[in-house]
Each structure stands twice: as C-alpha cells, then as structure tokens.
C-alpha cells in the first residue's frame, strides 16, 4: 500500500510509470474515455479501464452539450434571456454542474456570477442592488452560482443577516421574480439536494486532493454542525418562494454524473429552439428532478424527523 504521506509527491524519473499515475490518484479528464473507446493498442500506450457507465454518460453529456450549443445559438437569432439560479448546501454539485453546461458554450453570451461576500458599501445598499447588474441581456445565458437566496439559507443560519433582514427577503423575492418574468426572462430555480454523508464525503476528498483544496472553507464544518438548522430554513424558503411563475427545481445530487445530465435535460426541456431533439431524449429521472411542490410536501410529512429529509 503506498504512503499516503507520498500520495501526492511529484514521481521521479526512474519510479515506474503506471506505479506512479497510480500513487497520484489522478482522475481521467473529462471525454478522455469517449475520445479514446475505439483506439488500438500500440508501443508506448497504456490501457485504462473505465466503467461503461461513464462512457453512456460522457456520450449523453456530448448530446446534451450539443442542444445547449443549439439554445444558445437560437437565443442569439432571437435575443432571448436566460437567468440560472443554482442553490444548494456546500459541496452538493452546483459548479460542477454549472462547468458542464458553460463548457461549450460562446462565453461572449456566458456569464457565471459567483459573487464574493459583500463590501461595506454594498451592505449599506438595496440587498438586491449587487445582483441585478448581473441580469441577462438579450441573447445572453446568466448562471448564478449562488445567488440572492444567500438571505434565505446561509446569512440567517451563520447569523450575518437579522431576522428582520431574513422575513422581508422572503416576502420581496417573489415579487422580484414575478417582475423579472413577466419582462420575459426565463427563469430557472435549483436546489441541489445532497444527503449530509455524501457531503461529508465530499468536504473529507476536497482535504486530500490538492486540485480540490481551493474549495476548503471555513464553514465546511459548520455546515455538517448545523445541518438541522439549513433544513428548517430551506423549508422556509421553498414555502415562501416557491410560486408559479418562478418555481423551485430539486436535483437530487448524491449522484453528481446523474445530478448533471437530468438538470440539463430540465433546462433544454422547458426551452424551444430549432431542430431540438424529441421529448422523450430530454425525459428527466423522477428520482432526480423533483418539483418545489413535492419537495414541500415531502418536508411538511418528515419536518419533525430531520433524519428523513433529504439534504
């Protein structure tokens, strides 16, 4: 068994090469497998086993990516807007998620929004005054990772908000929504539902690989330490701002491959564009996509047995 101390050291010239891919725990890139499925062997090649599992999904997500590319091209010819909203407990999938659907993308009329913690300045403004000049133009995608909805989940439970600040939140968010609809933006609200051992295991990889430690935060912790609290306000939340003309999307994300290939099939499946692949491609897993409405009722039966609630 190798030295977890050495799991990550550069390999020198003379250890033998497959020893040390191995020691190094390095992960194929992404359409590696696909790529590579029919290739022969030959001198100076080296075979890598892949599950065919992964293979289907990398093929799916090619189709996939291709509908986006379509979308996208048609929102051009038209000037249609888009705004994502990813939400979602730490570590539950959502930027990865969102690099699969950007990945092909025209990134002049791509825009991922991950905003810092506010400044000074813009903790004395309108609450909403930082994210609406992120709002989409036409012809333009805007895929917010993490967005206002800060106020409903992480502000109140880490106590950077007041409870009053929280309660109007609630009651003005929907009304913004509505507007932004109405003006024709469409609109698409996720919450990527993650279980709190999942998640464990997710912030214990980020600890090991060094490619993943820019994800550390100081709040990891916090997040397994207060997953009842995140429960009762995410609960809160789908109840106030779950609403016709803007309701939630739940991904089921346990499973991140299968969290991003239904999330994409529910964007494509909910926009028209030219030459779009039939209805039943873009046929979502119940188990994955649950609506906010069955997201509530789910809740409501189980609030009081926070052991049940999905995350």
């Not at 036409?138 to 989940?153: C, I, K, Q, T």
């Not at 469409?186 to 490619?211: A, G, I, M, N």
Request: proline fraction near 4%; aromatic fraction near 8%; include cysteine.
């Amino acid at each position: 068994m190798a030295n977890k101390k050495n799991k990550n050291k550069p390999c020198k010239k003379k250890d033998n090469d497959q020893k040390c891919i191995s020691s190094l725990n390095l992960k194929l890139l992404e359409g590696t497998a696909l790529k590579n499925v029919s290739r022969q062997e030959g001198k100076g090649k080296t075979a890598v086993f892949v599950k065919n599992w992964h293979l289907q999904y990398e093929q799916e997500l090619k189709y996939l990516q291709i509908e986006l590319m379509k979308l996208q091209q048609h929102m051009q010819r038209t000037g249609d807007r888009m705004l994502m909203i990813f939400e979602g407990r730490d570590a539950a999938g959502k930027g990865g998620t969102i690099k699969r659907i950007t990945a092909n993308l025209n990134p002049r009329n791509t825009r991922v929004v991950a905003l810092t913690k506010p400044n000074e300045t813009e903790i004395s403004q309108w609450y909403f005054q930082r994210y609406t000049p992120h709002l989409p133009s036409a012809g333009e995608m805007v895929l917010f990772d993490r967005s206002w909805y800060n106020r409903a989940m992480v502000e109140p439970v880490m106590h950077f908000c007041t409870d009053e600040q929280n309660k109007r939140f609630l009651k003005d968010v929907p009304m913004l929504e509505e507007m932004l609809v109405k003006d024709g933006i469409h609109l698409f609200k996720f919450y990527f539902s993650v279980s709190k051992d999942v998640q464990k295991e997710r912030f214990d990889s980020r600890k090991e690989d060094p490619l993943k430690q820019y994800k550390l935060s100081p709040v990891d912790n916090l997040a397994q330490q207060y997953w009842n609290e995140y429960s009762v306000r995410k609960f809160q939340m789908l109840s106030e701002t779950n609403r016709t003309m803007s309701p939630w999307t739940i991904i089921r994300s346990d499973v991140k491959k299968s969290a991003r290939i239904n999330c994409i099939k529910h964007i494509l499946a909910n926009m028209e564009y030219e030459n779009k692949r039939s209805a039943e491609d873009l046929i979502c897993d119940p188990e994955i996509v649950v609506s906010g409405i069955d997201e509530l009722q789910h809740m409501q039966e189980n609030i009081m047995n926070p052991s049940k609630l999905h995350g």
